[in-house]
């Protein structure tokens, strides 16, 4: 009896204290209820305040250091959190969650675009890997080191195409094909916030620029952009949509304006397009200032007028601009913001942060040891390594023969550091890199002799340090040259006119040639050179791109041969700057062998998928299940690529397809998938790809339709070609 009256006793005492406990703080309870019971609990300004995001810590975006001091509200949702302090972090958040009446957590953000301190390959190279599983790897462990600093949210991964390298952002983002953005999009959302949200190292992933930002017209960023309907579906939504079914919690809204209509006021995109169509139902959060901006765009009258806008059309949360804050009150009061919409945009936010956990474990645990794990830098060697690409080798001269005694180290980036990291690298440290001239040494120990010489600086008309670059050539049996850009060329608000590397470092070239020793030229930049007088003087080149902390080990390990060079361009490589755009999926021309350029050759320097091995891969004709399908059925394709050479090696097999005639032009050739796999010397593989009618060979219409029409088809891989009947 006693028992039983105890058990009574304990029941009703937990259900008394179930009954005290609100549902939002039930972490057993179902998202959605503990949504919908906070949403109720909020007031209006306590709501208001959840879509609002400062700053803490020391802004370090030279662009954006005139919008904000960095102070914010008690209860604000978001904070950008510039300090990498998880202590710091866990004191404002121990504010929010026991000084405030509803005890909200606040969401911290921060642009984890290559690595939190770790600091891997810039985008851009990344993409030259053909390496997805790497890529998710590489986010994957980024995402601990971000989650261990305090921040639960990267504005990462950027997947705008672009086309045109005079605009520096093209090294944020996976170059210029759809296919190839998305994919990388994809991956990179899955390693930040992996299987579940609320695990210990995921964090919340944001696709950015939404959408067409990489369109900014003339390379001028921040700049109008002219994307036609058809033009946004075909290639500048594709990699949104993809990053959004991989289930992306949240979506960054561009500066630029699509056609007139601002991206960040674009309720086609923001809301028909993402929302209802895609169901996103994560948030939206503006770019820095974007909201205010829309004044500056010619489409607000005030910030009043461009915090309804922005709202209306579908940007959930303010960053930085403080537009909502001084504004959404007024606006909803005058019944121009109705309440629906309000609590339409405060619950995507709490969703995500309950997603996150954040209301269970609102805390960082304080881990000293977060930095620089061995296990971030094999992940960060082997992409730097399979990230770079083999442009030119003639005579076979890569890699370096252990008959070379004497190598002449040359140029502004062989003993650099900073600029290695490449823009948007977060917390990493210069001292972190591996210079080009360590990572030789060590590769090559006491049996080559270093002659180092810088030969000049990145810019300026300073010739004075050629004669000893010239001098150390002399007396060496190869020369490795080191050129490039500055980190701080590429990234945002760095447009430029040309993509020729500044007359002094050919300058410098030039003068090396003239030695007669074998050439090398190590490229490292954040968007396509200028290539049209450098190229024929480069015995072999090596595009290294911006590597990240173990720069000179990748780099070591390729020239000495230990890594056999995987990468192929994810954007191509104009001649010269005058030949922009050029880009591989362009459409037919009417008159295919005229219209060029009369003062130049018309073809690019490199196309995209270029990149040479040590290695020679010969495809084998691609085999079919069928010449023939219906739209309902699928396609196996085969191809048998065999590795003919005294090398092992890797090779990603990009497949295209190619239209027939049909109702729109369509671009010459469209990339659908692509693998990568290591080859044996002297072994073959099969690689295979499952056509899906639908998926590969439809189209879009100017409002996204799909399309799919019978035909003559052409499947491409390697040097293979085949064609393929599709029919109603
Ligand atoms: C910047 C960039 C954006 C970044 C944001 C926060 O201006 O445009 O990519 O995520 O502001 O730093």
Known sequence: MKSFTTLTLLLIAQGICMAQTPIYKNKKAPTESRVEDLLKRMTLDEKILQLNQGTVGDNNNPNNNGFKKPSFAEGIGSLIDFSADPAF??????????????????????????????????????????????????????????????????????????????????????????????????????????????????????????????????????????????????????????????????????????????????????????????????FVVSDWGSVEQLMAQGVAKDRKEAGLKAFMAGVDMDMEDDVYSQNLKQLITEKKI????????????????????????????????????????????????????????????????????????????????????????????????????????????????????????????????????????????????????????????????????????EKLIAELKKTGKPLVLILGNGRPLELMRLQPMADAILEMWQPGITAGDALASILSGRVNPSGKLDITFPLTTGQIPTYYDMRQAARPYSGKYQDIPTDPLYWFGYGLSYTNFNYAPIQLSSASIRKNQKLTATVEVKNTGATTGKEAVLWYISAPASSISRPMKELKYFEKKEIAAGTKIIYKFELDPIRDLSFPDADGKRHLEAGTFTLMAGDQKIKFELTD
């Open 89 to 282: 972090r866990n004191s404002i958040q121990k504010r929010a969650m026991e000084e405030t009446r509803l005890g909200i957590p606040i969401l911290f953000g921060y642009d984890v675009i290559h690595g939190f301190r770790t600091v891997y390959p810039i985008s851009l190279a990344q993409g030259c890997s053909f390496n997805t599983e790497l890529v998710q790897q590489m986010c994957a462990v980024s995402a601990k080191e971000t989650k261990l600093s305090g921040v639960d949210w990267t504005f990462s991964p950027m997947i705008d195409v672009a086309r045109d390298p005079r605009w520096g952002r093209v090294s944020e983002g996976y170059g210029e094909d759809p296919y190839t953005n998305a994919m990388f999009g994809v991956a990179s959302v899955r390693g930040y916030q992996g299987n579940q949200l609320d695990a210990p190292y995921s964090i919340a992933a944001c696709l950015k620029h939404f959408v067409g930002y990489g369109m900014s017209e003339g390379g001028r960023d921040y700049h109008y952009a002219d994307i036609s309907p058809q033009s946004l579906w075909e290639t500048y939504m594709v990699p949104y949509q993809a990053g959004i079914k991989a289930g992306a919690a949240t979506v960054m809204s561009g500066f630029n304006d699509i056609s007139g209509i601002p991206a960040s006021a674009n309720h086609y995109t923001l809301t028909e397009v993402l929302k209802n169509r895609w169901s996103h139902d994560g």
């Open 338 to 505: 109705p309440m629906t919409r309000i609590d339409d945009a405060v619950k995507r936010v709490l969703r995500i942060k309950f997603r996150l956990g954040l209301f269970d474990s609102p805390y960082t645990p304080i881990v000293e040891q977060r930095y620089l794990q061995p296990e971030s830098k094999v992940v960060a060697q082997q992409l730097a390594a399979e990230s770079m690409v083999l442009l030119k080798n003639d005579q076979h001269i890569l890699p370096i023969t252990a008959a070379t005694s004497k190598i002449a180290l040359v140029g502004p980036l062989a003993k650099d550091q900073e600029d290695l990291l490449g823009n948007w690298h977060a917390h990493g440290e210069a001292a972190d890199i591996t210079t080009i001239l360590d990572g030789l040494q060590k590769e090559f120990g006491q049996k080559v002799q270093f002659n180092y010489a810088k030969g000049c600086a990145f810019d300026g008309t300073d010739e004075s340090l050629i004669a000893e670059a010239v001098e150390a050539a002399r007396k060496s049996d190869i020369i490795i040259a080191c050129i490039g850009e500055k980190a701080g060329w590429t990234g945002e608000n760095t447009s430029r006119s040309t993509i020729a590397l500044p007359a002094i470092q």
